[in-house]
């Protein structure tokens, strides 16, 4: 993954016992890869410390199109992360490009889309030009 050399698009990790430490080197190497579009990592060990590492390499990484963790040990606060991460991977994409996350429930996909969804809201406005009276020259 590191390499970027492989051509690799697609890798699919299912029921592979991946817990939050090997989620975490996964992580490490998404930050920097520049070709993988789809990640499966179905059916593993991975917590919510792996998904935070996922999520902030998710803010980073512009070419996964699909991580799919159902079968985790995902809770809520991992959820969550997940879902903030893909908002500003949009964000920085101008909405181009953003990951589909497939969580382990239908509760936890409403955290994700919940959190996407405020962290859009939080995100400030451009400031326009000041309006209001001009200045008067003495």
């Given at each position: 993954l590191r390499d970027n050399d492989s051509g690799l698009i697609e890798l699919n990790l299912i029921s592979?016992?991946?817990d939050d430490a090997k989620a975490r080197e996964l992580?490490?190497?998404l930050r920097v890869n520049t070709t993988l579009q789809r990640l499966g990592l179905r059916d593993s060990k991975i917590g919510d410390t792996g998904a935070r590492a996922l999520a902030d390499a998710l803010r980073v990484n512009g070419t996964l199109q699909t991580l799919d963790l159902r079968g985790n040990n995902i809770r809520p606060e991992g959820a969550r992360a997940l879902g903030e991460a893909v908002q500003a991977?949009?964000?920085?994409?101008a909405g181009n490009t953003t990951t589909e996350v497939i969580l382990p429930s239908d509760e936890l996909q409403r955290v994700f889309n919940n959190a996407a969804t405020?962290?859009?809201?939080?995100q400030p406005e451009e400031v326009?030009?000041?309006s209001g009276p001009s200045p008067t020259k003495p």
């Open positions: 592979s016992s991946i992580a490490d190497a991977q949009a964000l920085r994409e405020s962290a859009q809201q939080q326009g030009p000041a």
